[in-house]
């Protein structure tokens, strides 16, 4: 994938001049990027400046199944109301138009909805019967109006009005719930590229590190070139002097995108 192959080739151009002050600093430098690679990957790193955790691959396994059911709440509300089933389509009288009822958002915005009962014939079948959903739309109508309604074929008493509309409606969770599956599925993939990577490089600088003379302060340099990296993908433009034997000079410290 063309976002992975650039995030690997920024990791390479960050290990080299590591790799050219000897094998203790490359070492160090392998495991160090290695270990936030497969961090990041597993369950993102934390934005020091407080900003949104960015996702790991558990969290686009979240955004997966919450895509998945974002898509099917259409197909959902609709077998739950029935509307599914109303693919017939006649006249009506309203019949009447009961009192509005408000439901307050989280916004503190309300909204109205009204009941509604209509009279219309079937197969010559007269049908005086409420709407099973109450909606804004039906607050303006009024009774001896005419209206367009769709039936169940099968159970011509089931009926609703504006159908269309809230199909329409319910469409926006279908395109969301793709969305998000899509955005998922694609930062899925580049998480999970990361700790392949991250991992082929902690084990080789776990490999290099064995033949290392004893002594070798190995720890406090992984540390600090955490701390470098870090800085690197977050974009905070500064870095940490690196204390590494032969005064080894900082590492480049152009923002790095995962």
Request: proline fraction near 6%; include cysteine.
């Amino acid at each position: 994938m063309k976002l992975f192959s650039s995030l690997k080739q920024r990791a390479v151009n960050f290990l080299e001049p590591y790799k050219a002050k000897g094998p203790a600093t490359y070492a160090a430098a392998e495991q160090a990027i290695g270990a936030i690679l497969i961090t990041d990957g597993f369950i993102g790193i934390d934005n020091p400046l407080g900003q949104k955790k960015r996702p790991g691959i558990f969290g686009t396994i979240g955004g997966i199944i919450l895509g998945v059911i974002f898509m099917f709440i259409p197909t959902f509300f609709g077998n739950i109301s029935g509307i599914n089933d109303m693919t017939a389509v006649t006249s009506a009288t309203v019949v009447s138009v009961g009192p509005a009822s408000y439901t307050r958002n989280s916004n503190g915005n309300s909204s109205a909805s009204c009941p509604l009962s209509v009279s219309y014939s079937v197969n010559g079948q007269e049908y005086t019967n409420q709407s099973s959903i109450s909606s804004s739309n039906q607050c303006s109508l009024s009774a001896g109006q005419n209206i367009t309604i769709n039936y169940n074929p099968a159970n011509p008493g089931s009926w609703a009005y504006g159908t269309k509309t809230i199909s329409n409606f319910l469409q926006i969770f279908f395109w969301a719930g793709l969305l998000v599956l899509i955005s998922s599925i694609i930062t899925f993939f580049i998480r999970l590229f990361s700790i392949i990577f991250g991992w082929k490089l902690l084990k080789d600088g776990r490999k290099n590190a064995v033949s290392l003379p004893a002594g070798t302060n190995l720890q406090t340099m992984i540390d600090e070139i955490k701390q470098n990296f870090t800085a690197s993908i977050f974009g905070f433009g500064g870095t940490q002097n690196i204390a590494t034997p032969g005064n080894i000079p900082n590492p480049p410290s152009s923002p790095i995108n995962l």
